[in-house]
T-cell receptor, first 112, second 111 residues
Framework: DGGITQSPKYLFRKEGQNVTLSCEQNLNHDAMYWYRQDPGQGLRLIYYSQIVNDFQKGDIAEGYSVSREKKESFPLTVTSAQKNPTAFYLC???????????FGDGTRLSIL | EDQVTQSPEALRLQEGESSSLNCSYTVSGLRGLFWYRQDPGKGPEFLFTLYSAGEEKEKERLKATLTKKESFLHITAPKPEDSATYLCAVQARAYGQNFVFGPGTRLSVLP
């Protein structure tokens, strides 16, 4: 079955460390998204990409970076500049129409 | 400022006790309103898209409706397996690929 795979499921970051969250899809979707979910808040868009080698910042891009070298993959790096990285990170994809219909099962990032 | 609110924050129902969840929005030029179900520790699962006031969509025990300022997710005779957090999101014309998500309603259905 097609879907989105996020890894790892849990991740711990030390002070000053960059960490990378993986997102892979086999749905042949052009658009991919990264969201951050905090308790009591709606999902907030970090970055999105509509095509390989192109991506745009969302509402809360500061302290994060992405790449889109392959259609299937959209990794997110949480840099040391992100001072409050503890959250649940969700990757999504969409085909034509642009509605993020498919989500991965998330990565929960915590600070050590 | 465009925003989406959901009420109640949490809802506990007995099995078979029908109810409704509310999603209110203030956006300029609605392109679509979307409902998702999210189980604990999982990603959201897409349920419905609504595009215009008066539109309704149904799936099993769930029915979503849309007015000019809000959407309702009606749950008829819920079962314990309907327990989840229900999220709504809106896409406004100004946002393009961006979507504004509400904080969700956490539904518990007791046997």
């Amino acid at each position: 079955d097609g879907g989105i795979t996020q890894s790892p499921k849990y991740l711990f970051r030390k002070e000053g460390q960059n960490v990378t969250l993986s997102c892979e899809q086999n749905l042949n979707h052009d658009a991919m998204y990264w969201y951050r979910q905090d308790p009591g808040q709606g999902l907030r868009l970090i970055y999105y990409s509509q095509i390989v080698n192109d991506f745009q910042k969302g509402d809360i891009a500061e302290g994060y970076s992405v790449s889109r070298e392959k259609k299937e993959s959209f990794p997110l790096t949480v840099t040391s500049a992100q001072k409050n990285p503890t959250a649940f990170y969700l990757c999504a994809s969409s085909g034509t129409g642009g509605v993020p219909r498919h989500f991965g099962d998330g990565t929960r990032l915590s600070i050590l | 400022e465009d925003q989406v609110t959901q009420s109640p924050e949490a809802l506990r129902l007995q099995e078979g006790e029908s109810s409704s969840l509310n999603c209110s929005y203030t956006v300029s030029g609605l392109r679509g309103l979307f409902w998702y179900r999210q189980d604990p520790g999982k990603g959201p699962e897409f349920l419905f898209t609504l595009y215009s006031a008066g539109e309704e969509k149904e799936k099993e025990r769930l029915k979503a409706t849309l007015t000019k300022k809000e959407s309702f997710l009606h749950i008829t005779a819920p079962k314990p397996e309907d327990s989840a957090t229900y999220l709504c999101a809106v896409q406004a014309r100004a946002y393009g690929q961006n979507f504004v998500f509400g904080p969700g309603t956490r539904l518990s259905v007791l046997p």
